[in-house]
């Protein structure tokens, strides 16, 4: 079935570090790809998005590449900042579906 | 900036008791949704609408579960007999497109004692 597999964290990092989080799926069809973030104590918040494959989403200094070779859609980020620590959550839409489809959240931590 | 809101942000029940947890959309939006997070676990869908009915439901969301849009504005989540196993928290979320573009309230926390 549809699924969404992403590194597990907790991931550390010190502020200006680069960052990657894994992500890959399975899905039938050509779904969309997303990242969301939960600040601690909010809702999830829509990060980036690419609807097609080799489409890169980029926002706030984050890129994904949807890369349907190897169905991923890893997050980086070339420099961290202590305001980035959240958990960040790695999905698919299917409109067949409709539904988003998470992967299991990435706690980040940056540290001074 | 529009944002879809839910009420309450916590509540306690005792386990068999009726629940019923609230969300108001963006007021134009079309589609709406469900899910929930266990502590520590993944978001899980519960279930979508659209068009005044359920266009998709997961295993999670049983007989105990049903939703509704009583008015123009709000979408509702009822469970009928709580479960300990109920205690998440419940997050609603609404697109104008169904897309997977969904903006996402802060959440209930539900805890089933």
């Known amino acids: 079935g549809d699924s969404v597999t992403q590194m597990e964290g907790p991931v550390t990092l010190s502020e200006e570090a680069f960052l990657t989080i894994n992500c890959t799926y399975t899905?039938?069809?050509?779904?969309?790809l997303f990242w969301y973030v939960q600040y601690p104590g909010e809702g999830l918040q829509l990060l980036l998005k690419?609807?097609?494959?080799?489409d890169k989403g980029s926002n706030k200094g984050f890129e994904a590449t949807y890369r349907k070779e190897t169905t991923s859609f890893h997050l980086e980020k070339g420099s961290v900042q202590v305001s980035d620590s959240a958990v960040y959550f790695c999905a698919h839409f299917t409109g067949g579906g409709n539904k988003l489809t998470f992967g299991t959240g990435t706690q980040l931590k940056v540290e001074l | 900036e529009p944002e879809v809101t839910q009420t309450p942000s916590h509540q306690v029940t005792q386990m068999g008791q009726e629940v019923i947890l609230r969300c108001v959309p963006i007021s134009n939006h079309l589609y709406f949704y469900w899910y929930r997070q266990i502590l520590g676990q993944k978001v899980e869908f519960l279930v979508s609408f659209y068009n005044n009915e359920i266009s998709e439901k997961s295993e999670i969301f049983d007989d105990q579960f049903s939703v509704e849009r009583p008015d123009g504005s709000n979408f509702t989540l009822k469970i009928r007999s709580t479960k300990l196993e109920d205690s998440a928290m419940y997050f609603c979320a609404s697109t104008g497109r169904g897309t997977g573009e969904a903006f996402f309230g802060q959440g209930t926390r539900l805890t089933v004692v």
């Open positions: 690419a609807t097609k494959a080799d």
């Open positions: 899905a039938t069809g050509y779904p969309s």
